[in-house]
């Protein structure tokens, strides 16, 4: 920011020109300097707080039991073991989803799984599982507790402590998605912790098989209850039709009643009567139509079939033809072709005889077997009259034999599944299985040295971060020139630093009412060491007030604080010191009226001073005190008596021609006034004094008091020269001001105090 000289633009920023620069554009070079400066001034609480949470990190790991990990893997094999199936394989694919697993996991780390295995190893008794938790502290405050609360604890209570302890250190998590689960189990001892871990899987694995055993067994005493009911319905119904078989006369042979199977004979009887029927009717016709035709004819007689026409036919055949060959050779007429002829007219009247037997022969055939069909017939159509009279009866046995089929069938279906579950239970089967059983483990799994100690670093890195970030929100103190600067646009002239407490000491040696201690005071520093640091912050403040352009000549400053003690005397006195020894004509006036704290310290003996000589009853040249060594003069400010109307005499006539005519006189007038904010005087003195100098205290000064202060000192603020920043711990200031002090403070060009 620029410093400006011209008066005019010496004055407090307004609070909405404060805001508005304060909205400016930061860069980032800016905000990194914001950041480095806020590391720099907070350091100490980031190391301070960093080394107590790793103490603490320590102390826990001292105090904190070490605890081993275990873990067992199991597996949720989705092939399932069927000892009994039918199938030729003896595993079948069984599906399991995600859900079944988070369910089994929820199952391994259930209570009934917990009290099985601390049953099994007596977990209940082991130190580790106590109401104090074993170790160096829990047998500290078991000691402790059993001075106030001696006793036992119920059965109950070590069973309930002891199931807590075993689900806090134990753990159950699925591997990826895969079906593996991982058992983890926690304990002080690494055997221990192998041993529940392994033991934990076992007892899943038991607690399965156990469950399966006994749903095949509930299933089993269900099957045997239903079996024996459906026995009973079977047998109820099989009797059932036996008692309405006997009521409606129905036997059955052969799975058919007697009705069905005499139907079925006689159309079986009918049909052949009728076949024969049909045969002796085909015979009859044949033989009829034979009569009625030559008897000589071959096709004729080979039809009928007869033994004795087939003979008298071959006969006739052979005659004829001795008589063709006679006839052709001897004529007609011959004797022997005469007598052939005649033989074969007897043998035609023996064909035609053995014709007619025959015919009577089939027609009697044919008789009887229509008679037989006729008598088949009737049978037939008494038996199905009979048969449908029965009808009725039939469907009711059928209605009763499906019925009794139906509880045959349910009873053999459950008997089946009864001898299932009676095999499952001598064989019981799992999906799980152990594929990987705990080991002994090698390393603590915690505390983790390294993470324990990392983790209070970085917490104690964030608390001091958080109570730097704290502190600096919080500190409303002057503290940088760049904050004097930024809040009150003025200059800031000087940082002056703390002096030894020694150099504060005042002589006590007598004085008489005319003479002026000299070598006491802080403000000495810079005639003794005028190239200490806080000579030089004087000469700073000096050179400031010599190139202001509007104290050519008298050159008259004011010097206030906002409150008391921020070192106003000593800066207004050490500025009047060093001017006096550059050879300047110099005086320092005590104008402080209600606390003259260099007058106590360098003229505490003096009888009169600026009181009187503002009010005309003394001359100057009777009260003024001069410093031998230097030739400053002081003008004191004698308070006999508390004055309640101070401020009346500063803004008398009489004071400011006393400070006009001072202007004629003197090089320098340097004047120390009251403090703002307790006492209204410094405002009185706006006409006699064109120019001030705040003093502030470094790391004290409250920046609301200040603003306020300054606020009703208007002549003040409108004629301020500058700032000056008094008591700066050098050190303390390097973490503030940064790289700037670091050189400004360099020992080639400044010592110390």
């Not at 529940?196 to 399966?212: H, R, S």
């Not at 004047?671 to 307790?678: K, N, R, T, W, Y």
Request: proline share 4%.
């Amino acid at each position: 920011m620029p410093h400006h000289n011209d008066p005019k633009m010496l004055q407090l920023l307004k609070p909405e020109e404060r805001e508005i620069e304060r909205a400016d554009y930061v860069s980032p070079d800016q905000m990194f300097a914001a950041a480095l400066g806020f590391v720099r001034r907070q350091y100490p609480i980031f190391l301070v707080t960093m080394l107590i949470t790793l103490a603490l990190g320590a102390a826990y790991l001292v105090i904190t039991r070490s605890t081993y990990t275990a873990q067992a893997t199991i597996i949720i094999d989705t092939r399932k073991l069927q000892p009994y199936s039918s199938q030729n394989s003896l595993f079948t694919e069984v599906p399991v989803d995600s859900p079944a697993v988070d369910s089994q996991l929820e199952l391994i780390k259930s209570d009934n799984i917990a009290r099985s295995v601390i049953r099994d190893l007596h977990l209940a008794q082991e130190p580790e599982f106590s109401r104090y938790g074993g170790g160096f502290v829990g047998n500290l405050l078991y000691y402790f507790y059993q001075l106030f609360e001696p006793g036992d604890e119920s059965q109950d209570e070590i069973e309930r402590r002891a199931l807590r302890e075993f689900s806090n250190n134990l753990s159950a998590k699925r591997v990826g998605v895969t079906y593996v689960i991982e058992i983890s189990y926690r304990s002080a001892l690494p055997e221990r912790a192998a041993q529940v871990a392994n033991a934990v899987a076992e007892a899943y694995i038991n607690d399965q098989l156990d469950a399966k055993y006994q749903s095949a067994r509930r299933a089993g005493d269900w099957l045997s209850t239903r079996i024996q009911e459906l026995k009973q319905q079977a047998i109820s119904a099989d009797r059932s039709i036996v008692d309405f078989k006997s009521k409606n006369n129905i036997v059955d042979a052969g799975g058919r009643s007697i009705s069905e199977q005499q139907v079925a004979e006689l159309n079986s009887q009918l049909l052949a009567a009728r076949t024969v029927t049909a045969d002796a009717r085909a015979r009859l016709d044949r033989i009829e139509q034979v009569m009625k035709s030559d008897v000589r004819d071959a096709t004729v007689t080979d039809t009928l079939r007869s033994d004795v026409v087939s003979k008298l036919r071959t006969q006739y055949l052979d005659i004829a033809n001795r008589e063709a060959d006679l006839s052709a050779r001897y004529g007609v007429n011959h004797l022997a072709a005469v007598n052939l002829r005649n033989q074969m007219r007897e043998i035609a009247k023996s064909i035609t005889a053995e014709l007619g037997r025959l015919a009577e022969t089939y027609k009697s055939d044919y008789e009887i077997a229509k008679q037989r069909e006729d008598e088949a017939q009737r049978a037939l159509e008494a038996a199905v009259a009979r048969s449908q009279i029965g009808g009725q009866a039939q469907v009711q046995l059928k209605e009763l034999e499906s019925n009794s089929q139906t509880y045959r069938s349910m009873y053999e279906t459950f008997l089946q599944r009864y001898t299932e579950s009676i095999q499952q239970q001598s064989f019981p089967i799992t999906e799980a299985r152990i594929i990987s059983s705990a080991g002994k483990p090698s390393k603590r799994s915690s505390p983790k040295t390294i993470l324990v100690l990392s983790m209070a670093c970085a917490g104690g890195l964030m608390l001091g971060f958080g109570i730097g970030l704290m502190r600096d929100l919080s500190d409303r103190v002057v503290r940088t020139s760049d904050q004097v600067e930024r809040l009150l646009g003025a200059d800031c002239l000087a940082t002056l630093p703390v002096l030894p407490a020694a150099a504060l000491q005042p002589n006590d040696t007598p004085l008489s009412p005319h003479e002026m201690q000299a070598d006491v005071g802080a403000f000495w520093a810079v005639v003794s060491s005028p190239f200490s640091r806080y000579a030089e912050g004087i000469r700073s403040i000096k050179s400031a007030i010599d190139l202001n352009s509007r104290l050519r000549s008298g050159r008259v400053v004011g010097l206030s604080s906002a409150l008391p003690g921020e070192g106003k005397s000593t800066t207004a006195a050490g500025l009047a010191l060093l001017s006096a020894q550059a050879g300047h004509k110099v005086i320092l006036i005590d104008a402080d009226l209600r606390n003259p704290s260099l007058t106590k310290l360098m003229a505490p003996n003096a009888a009169a001073g600026l009181v009187e000589v503002a009010l005309g009853e003394r001359k100057f040249e009777d009260v003024v005190l001069r410093e031998s060594t230097t030739g400053l003069d002081f003008l004191p400010a004698v308070i006999h008596t508390p004055i309640a109307h101070t401020s009346e005499i500063l803004a008398s006539e009489g004071m400011r021609a006393l400070i006009e005519r001072f202007s004629n006189v003197y090089d320098y007038i340097i004047i120390d006034l009251s403090p703002l904010a307790p006492v209204i005087d410094v405002r009185a003195t706006g006409h006699f004094i064109p120019t001030y100098l705040l003093v502030l205290e470094w790391g004290k000064t409250n920046i609301d008091v200040l603003e306020r202060a300054l606020a009703n000192a208007r002549a003040v603020r409108e004629n301020l020269l500058g700032v000056v920043m008094n008591k700066a711990d050098t050190d303390l200031l390097k973490r503030y001001e940064g790289y700037g002090t670091s050189y400004y403070y360099d020992p080639k060009y400044s010592q110390p105090s």
